[in-house]
C-alpha cells in the first residue's frame, strides 16, 4: 500500500483570511468619507498631544486612516502608492441604503457620482510647547 496524498483542503484560503482579518484593519471608504466632512477633519487634524501615537498623534492621513511619526513620513507617504490608491477609492460617492434599495428592484438605477478629492493641506511643524 502506499502513501496517500495530502488533502489540501484548505489550500487557497489565505486571501480569504487576510481580508476577514481583524488586526490591521483600517476604517471603511463610507468611515473615511464622513472624517472627511471640513467639521470632522479639523478635528482629527488639530489633534491634542497624544503620547501613545506615532509623532504624538499630530501627523495624520485622513484619507488612509494613519498615523505618521514625522512631516517628512507623511510627506512621504503622500506620494506612495497606497495613498494615491485611496484617493483614487474615495472620488466614487459612498455606498448608501437607497442604492441598495434601487439594487433590489424598489427603483431606477441611479450612478453614482464622482466626489472631488484631493491630498489634504500638511500644517506646518508641531508645537511640543506646553
Known sequence: ???LARKRKH???KPMKEKYRTKRKTKDIDEVHNDMKPDN???LLKQDIDFDRPGFGQFYCIHCAKYFISEPAIKEHFKGKPHKKRIKALKVEPYTQAE???AAGMGSYVAPKPVEVSTQPLSTGMDLET
Open 41 to 43: 477633519a479639523q478635528n
Open 1 to 3: 500500500m502506499g502513501r
Open 11 to 13: 489550500k487557497g484560503d
Open 100 to 102: 441598495a434599495e434601487r
